[in-house]
């Protein structure tokens, strides 16, 4: 008997070290992890790998989280993938943002950075679930 293949998420942020930590933890917690380094990449890679959910920075460059939230939504098969929000900017961040509730049929949640991995574990988990 095999092992089922191991959910696919995609990390989207422009610091490096961030999406070196988010993808140890993921891999860590038996997760595949994709990589994107600004809006119009995620846009590009989620369309590709059809990931089962999407971690994504806020504050990218060339597009930012929300705006390529938006793009990703729109294609029929992502509309309702799972989406955690992460910003720098705390509360005021998620405030800044929170028209993005209204994308698509998906979950969304936040997380803010600095962020606890025992936190974001049980986040991707929940999200994962309710798909």
Request: hydrophobic share 40%.
């Amino acid at each position: 008997m095999t092992d089922p293949t191991p959910p696919t998420i995609l990390v989207v942020d422009d610091e490096e070290d961030h999406r070196g930590l988010f993808k140890l933890a993921l891999e860590t917690s038996g997760y595949r992890v994709y990589e994107a380094t600004n809006g119009i990449h995620a846009v590009q890679l989620a369309e590709e790998i059809q990931p089962a959910l999407i971690l994504m920075d806020l504050s990218l460059p060339l597009l930012d989280g929300k705006h390529a939230a938006e793009q990703i939504r729109q294609h029929p098969s992502l509309r309702g993938v799972p989406i955690i929000f992460v910003t720098a900017f705390g509360q005021l961040g998620m405030d800044l943002y929170s028209t993005v509730d209204s994308l698509g049929d998906g979950p969304i949640e936040y997380l803010t950075k600095p962020s606890d991995f025992g936190q974001l574990g049980e986040l991707v988990r929940d999200m994962l679930n309710k798909v």
